[in-house]
C-alpha cells in the first residue's frame, strides 16, 4: 500500500462544473494536509493547506478532511480551463518525522 | 521579492561525471529539501537540511550528497552519475516551525 494515494487520471471535468479530487494516506499520526498545483513543466504551487477535519474554503478552492477515514479532498468550483493541471496530495508522517509524503498527482483536465 | 532559484535549468551530462545543482533561496529559511520528480512516483526526498552544517537523508539518498555551509544555499551533488538519476530535480524550503514548503523552478537533468 502507498502511503499516500491518488487517482493519477486523468480527470475529464466540464467548464463551469465541479472537480473532484481525493487522496488517501496511511498514518494516523498525520496532522498536516496540503494540494499544490503543477502545470506542465513547472514546479509545485500550495493551493490550500488543511491541518482539522471538516472543510476549508478559499474562494472556488475547498479543501475536506476526514481523519477518521483517512482522506483528504479537493473540490474546485466553476472549473476554469486554467484549472488544468496536475494536483499533488502531500501528507506529513509522523513515521517520517513529519517529512512530507507526495502522491503521484492528478491529472485534471477541464473541457471547454 | 524574495525567491528561490536552481540552476542550471537543464543539463545533459554523461555516465560517471559528476555534477552539482545549485539551490538558493533568499527567503532566509532554514528548512531546504532537494526532491526528484519520476513519472508514476510524485516527489521523492533525496536529503534534506534544517540548518547550517546540517543535511539528513531522504528516501532515495543512495549516489547523491548536500553540504550546507550558509543559510542560503544547498547544493545537490552527484558523485557519479547513472542513468537512473535522469530526472527533474526540484528544491524547496520553508522556514522554521513551518511545513508549507516553497519550490524552486526545478532542474531537468540527463544523464546519457
Known amino acids: 500500500q502507498k502511503e499516500v494515494e491518488q487517482n493519477s487520471g486523468p480527470l475529464s471535468v466540464p467548464e463551469g462544473a465541479i472537480a473532484s479530487l481525493n487522496c488517501t494516506y496511511s498514518d494516523r499520526g498525520s496532522q498536516s494536509f496540503f494540494w499544490y498545483r503543477q502545470y506542465s513543466g513547472k514546479s509545485p504551487e500550495l493551493i490550500m493547506f488543511i491541518y482539522s477535519n471538516g472543510d476549508k474554503e478559499d474562494g472556488r478552492f475547498t479543501a475536506q478532511l476526514n481523519k477518521a477515514s483517512q482522506y483528504v479532498s479537493l473540490l474546485i468550483r466553476d472549473s476554469q480551463p486554467s484549472d488544468s493541471a496536475t494536483y499533488l496530495c502531500a501528507v506529513n508522517y509522523l513515521r517520517r518525522n513529519y517529512q512530507l509524503i507526495w502522491g503521484a498527482g492528478t491529472k485534471l483536465i477541464i473541457k471547454p | 521579492d524574495a525567491e528561490i532559484t536552481q540552476s542550471p535549468r537543464h543539463k545533459i551530462t554523461e555516465t560517471g561525471r559528476q555534477v552539482t545543482l545549485a539551490c538558493h533561496q533568499t527567503?532566509?529559511?532554514?528548512?531546504m529539501f532537494w526532491y526528484r520528480q519520476d513519472l508514476g512516483h510524485g516527489l521523492r526526498l533525496i536529503h534534506y537540511s534544517y540548518g547550517v552544517h546540517d543535511t539528513n537523508k531522504g528516501e532515495v539518498s543512495d549516489g547523491y550528497s548536500v553540504s550546507r555551509s550558509n543559510t542560503e544555499d544547498l547544493p545537490l551533488t552527484l558523485e557519479s552519475a547513472a542513468s537512473s538519476q535522469t530526472s527533474v530535480y526540484f528544491c524547496?524550503?520553508?522556514?522554521?516551525?513551518?511545513?508549507?514548503?516553497?519550490f524552486g523552478p526545478g532542474t531537468r537533468l540527463t544523464v546519457l
Open positions: 524547496a524550503s520553508t522556514g522554521a516551525g513551518e511545513d508549507t514548503q516553497y
Open positions: 527567503w532566509n529559511h532554514n528548512n
